[in-house]
């Protein structure tokens, strides 16, 4: 009896594993959200009528959860960045690797971006952050340490813990 119980608690366990979010990365985002951590979710996101699987960044004193989308064509990549506070897109080309607005035709999909929870200042210093042929490697750990400096009123949205 003690097997079978075993054994049904290690199978269990193993399912629920199965279903948690992968962990990709994790760092400092010297913001008053703390650290971050990267990780896969397992529930896809529609953009542009594509599918992702979306990266989920969460900081350490704030609720906020912020998805990230990654489409890549040809010439360039683009990481659609969405929070219930602020939804940005970085792109990554061949040229440089920045911050830019979602584009008008994300608005029939709920997407938009908030001018007034966006800090124009920063918004223009992450206009480009890297320059070069940098961009085939995975921008997200940059995405998860800048994107708290584009939210104005970032004090408001950390949790006291």
């Not at 049904?8 to 959200?33: E, M, Q």
């Not at 992702?52 to 900081?59: A, K, M, S």
Request: hydrophobic residues 40%.
């Amino acid at each position: 009896m003690k097997r079978i119980l075993l054994v049904a608690c290690l199978i269990l366990a193993v399912s629920l594993a199965s279903y948690a979010r992968k962990f990709v990365a994790d760092g400092k985002t010297y913001s008053a959200l703390g650290n971050y951590k990267v990780e896969i979710d397992d529930k896809y996101m529609t953009i542009n009528g594509k599918q992702h699987l979306p990266y989920v960044i969460t900081y350490e004193n704030s609720n906020l959860e912020v998805r990230i989308a990654v489409d890549m064509d040809k010439k360039q990549k683009i990481y659609y960045v969405i929070s219930d506070v602020l939804s940005v897109k970085y792109v990554a080309n061949k040229d440089y690797f920045g911050v830019n607005l979602l584009d008008n035709s994300l608005e029939g999909e709920g997407y938009k971006t908030s001018q007034s929870a966006l800090n124009r200042a920063e918004y223009f210093h992450q206009k480009a952050l890297t320059t070069g042929e940098g961009w085939r490697r995975d921008n997200t750990r940059l995405i998860a340490a800048f994107f708290p400096m584009l939210l104005n009123n970032v004090e408001n949205l950390t949790a006291s813990n």
